[in-house]
């Protein structure tokens, strides 16, 4: 059974940083596509960053040069990092892997990141 365990969401100042931390359960993070996605309230859920299994990393144009996702292959676990965060980075942030080869989407059941002005 696959399981997606974040952590690390809270409450920051306009400017701050947070780490984001999935780990997982019953999937190798190294041998599948995984990223992180968000949903901000009123909005549909958009992609923030991904990583292939060749470590190859793409970025939303709204979060590069500020965020960047890493994994640890020992640990299991995907990491986001978010430096200088905004107000508009505020959401619902939520891990994924895309496992097989029909791409079959496993979530997380998301950390909340609020950042106020």
């Known amino acids: 059974q696959v399981q997606l365990v974040e952590s690390g969401g809270g409450l920051v100042q306009t400017g701050g940083s947070l780490r984001l931390s999935c780990a997982a359960s019953?999937?190798?993070?190294?041998?599948?596509?995984v990223g992180w996605y968000r949903q901000a309230p009123g909005k549909q859920r958009e992609l923030v960053a991904a990583?292939?299994?060749?470590?190859?990393?793409n970025y939303a144009d709204s979060v590069a040069g500020r965020f960047t996702i890493s994994r640890d292959n020992a640990k299991n676990t995907m990491y986001l990092q978010m430096n200088s965060l905004k107000p508009e980075d505020t959401a619902v942030y939520y891990c994924n892997a895309r496992v097989g080869p029909g791409l079959y989407n496993y979530w997380g059941q998301g950390t909340r990141v609020t950042v106020s002005s």
């Open positions: 990583i292939t299994t060749r470590g190859n990393e």
């Open positions: 019953g999937i190798i993070f190294s041998d599948n596509r």
